[in-house]
Structure formats: C-alpha cells, structure tokens
T-cell receptor, first 120, second 107 residues
Framework: QVQLQESGPGLVKPSQTLSLTCTVS??????????WSWIRQPAGKGLQWIGR???????NYNPSLKSRVTISVDTSKNQFSLKLTSVTAADTAVYYC????????????WGQGTLITVSS | DIQMTQSPSSLSASVGDRVTITCQAS??????LNWYQQKPGKAPKVLIY???NLETGVPSRFSGSGSGTDFTFTISSLQPEDIAIYYC?????????FGGGTKVEIK
C-alpha cells in the first residue's frame, strides 16, 4: 500500500517561499500509474487543488496559482516537492500530498497533511 | 477552467433518513466525477468514482448518479458514522476541481 508523508517548515514569513516535500513509500514514484498531486485546505474551508506532476516531469497547475507554483520530482529519493513563492496569510492552510489515479482520476492515497502558517 | 457548484453547503438529518447532495459542473464533464468523505482532522477518502461506481469496501448505502453537468450523491439511510463533509471532484486531462463541500450533521 502506497503511503505518503509531507515534510517542511510549519511557519513561513510573508513574501517568502513555501517549500514542502512528499516522501512516497510502499511503491515507486516512477511506477507510471499515478500523478503526484498537492492539495491544500485553509482552516474550516474546502479543498483546493494546487497542481500535479507525472514521473516524466510533466506538470499541470491550478490557473489561480500557476504564476507562483513549481512542482518537481526526485525519482532517486522517491519524493516530489512543492514550491510556492511570495506567500501571504491567504496561503495559510493544511497542505496535503496525494496520488491521483490515471484511470479514474481519484486521489487514492493521501499524506496526513501538514499545517503551514504564514506569519511574521 | 471547470467550476463545480455543490449544494447544499450543509444539512441536518435524522438517523435513517435519505440524504441527497448535488454537484453541477460549469461544462460537460461526461462522468469524470468523484465523491469524497472527509472527517475532522483526516484526509478525504474516495467513496464514489466515475459518477456512480462504489469504491471497494465502501458501504452500499452510498451511491452516485449523473453525467454531463449534473450529478447526485445519496446516502440511503444516514448513520451516525456518516457525519462528515462530502466533496465532489471533477477531473480532466489538465486539472482537478473540487466542489465547495457539504457538511452533514445529525438532527
């Protein structure tokens, strides 16, 4: 069973860059059967898809965040990463990494989520 | 990009009641629509995929229907453990979009 675990600093200052890494275990990130996605959820609010990457390095991003987001993959470490630049308080949220099935488009496996707070 | 409008935003029902949630897409998404359940402090869990297919291990009281732009999610007999927020999610070859969520409570 695939397991995912987010890691990164819990606190980021305004205008700085948020960096998170997702470590995949129980399966290879190079398997080719998943997209690897980032989703976030502000406290008490709904889910927002941030973007995804395929093992080839091909990416898709949410148009509302595209100018600030970069997702990359490191197959040698079985990890993928998120960078979000110029953060503001509006970027405070629980950030999840997840695997998206190529077939049904379902987000099958999720990390536990990590709270990122943007504050000085 | 495709927008998903989910309603109601919250509902309160009695144990044993039938509960229905709707999700409308801003354009035809065929049957590329999934439903999730999220309990407090937990990541979402897939219940229904491709509009009407029950994920393995999910109780049969959950069901989904629809195609094109209009979709429905039903709990045939609400149970106390079904208290959660439910989300629809569309997918296409470029992106994912979630509905705003429906909070289901026991009356």
């Amino acid at each position: 069973q695939v397991q995912l675990q987010e890691s990164g600093p819990g606190l980021v200052k305004p205008s700085q860059t948020l960096s998170l890494t997702c470590t995949v275990s129980g399966g290879s990130i190079s398997s080719g059967i998943y997209f690897w996605s980032w989703i976030r959820q502000p406290a008490g609010k709904g889910l927002q898809w941030i973007g995804r990457i395929y093992t080839s390095g091909s990416t898709n991003y949410n148009p509302s965040l595209k100018s600030r987001v970069t997702i990359s993959v490191d197959t040698s470490k079985n990890q993928f990463s998120l960078k979000l630049t110029s953060v503001t308080a509006a970027d405070t949220a629980v950030y999840y990494c997840a695997s998206q099935s190529l077939g049904e488009g379902t987000l099958d496996y999720w990390g536990q989520g990590t709270l990122i707070t943007v504050s000085s | 990009d495709i927008q998903m409008t989910q309603s109601p935003s919250s509902l309160s029902a009695s144990v044993g009641d039938r509960v229905t949630i709707t999700c409308q897409a801003s354009q035809d998404i065929h049957n590329y629509l999934n439903w999730y359940q999220q309990k407090p402090g937990k990541a979402p869990k897939v219940l229904i995929y491709d509009a009407s297919n029950l994920e393995t291990g999910v109780p049969s009281r959950f069901s989904g229907s629809g195609s094109g732009t209009d979709f429905t999610f039903t709990i045939s007999s609400l149970q106390p453990e079904d208290i959660a927020i439910y989300y629809c999610q569309q997918y296409d070859n470029l992106s994912l979009t979630f509905g705003g969520g429906t909070k289901v409570e026991i009356k």
